[in-house]
């Protein structure tokens, strides 16, 4: 079965400051990539996608994230971060035998 | 607008007790999927099923049990609750093409 890490648990930035936050998978087949966000008290919400094509992707928020096959990373970039960017996010991997999550990154960004 | 609804958002039960939590889903997913999310762990996987009556174990799924009768409906039982069973439960479901998982509400469990 496919597996994800995280690699960071929590991520703290100032605001209008860059930020990555990195996600590795393994499986043995193809797989697509998704970055779920999970804002204080709420749901989950999708972030982006990868299915197959460019390996830029770019999603809500002004968030984007790179697949890479090489080195099966799939990690999410923001230019430019604002308060309320602060939240949990969560890598996840779909490879036809389930969909599986990472641990999170908790993101808090300080004025 | 597409829904996954769970049967409740809170619920206490006591050690030992059989607790059924419903997930339904008005999407005609053939995917449909049960975590568990504790702080620092993510969402880890109990149970999936991929169609009426099939069901496949996901990582954790000791102490758990699913039923999937009916397309729409999906399942998880707790045979006999124990208190390290105190967690919030997801719920999702997704198409065949797979390319988006949709989560209901969560159900915040509580076991004493």
């Known amino acids: 079965a496919q597996s994800v890490t995280q690699l960071d648990s929590q991520v703290p930035v100032f605001e209008e400051a860059p930020v990555e936050l990195r996600c590795n998978y393994s499986?043995?087949?193809?797989?697509?990539l998704f970055w779920y966000v999970q804002y204080p008290n709420q749901g989950l919400q999708l972030l982006l996608k990868?299915?197959?094509?460019?390996?830029l992707v770019k999603g809500i928020n002004g968030f984007e994230a790179e697949f890479n096959k090489s080195q099966t990373s799939f990690h999410l970039r923001k230019p430019s971060v604002h308060i309320s960017d602060t939240a949990e996010y969560f890598c996840?991997?779909?490879?036809?035998?389930?969909?599986?999550f990472g641990a999170g990154t908790r993101l808090t960004v300080k004025p | 607008d597409v829904k996954v609804t769970q049967s409740s958002r809170y619920l206490v039960k006591r050690t030992g007790e059989k607790v059924f939590l419903e997930c339904v889903q008005d999407?005609?997913?053939?995917?449909m999927f049960w975590y568990r999310q504790d702080p620092g762990l993510g969402l880890r996987l109990i149970y999936f099923s991929y169609d009426v009556k099939m069901k496949e174990k996901g990582d954790i799924p000791e102490g758990y049990s699913v039923s999937r009768e009916k397309k729409e409906r999906f399942s998880l039982i707790l045979e006999s609750a124990s208190t390290n069973q105190t967690s919030m439960y997801l719920c999702?479901?997704?198409?065949?093409?797979?390319?988006?998982?949709?989560f209901g509400q969560g159900t915040r469990l509580t076991v004493v």
């Open positions: 990868y299915l197959s094509g460019s390996t």
């Open positions: 996840a991997v779909s490879d036809g035998l389930g969909m599986r």
């Open positions: 999702a479901s997704i198409g065949t093409a797979r390319t988006e998982a949709f």
């Open positions: 499986s043995s087949v193809s797989v697509y």
């Open positions: 999407m005609d997913h053939e995917n």
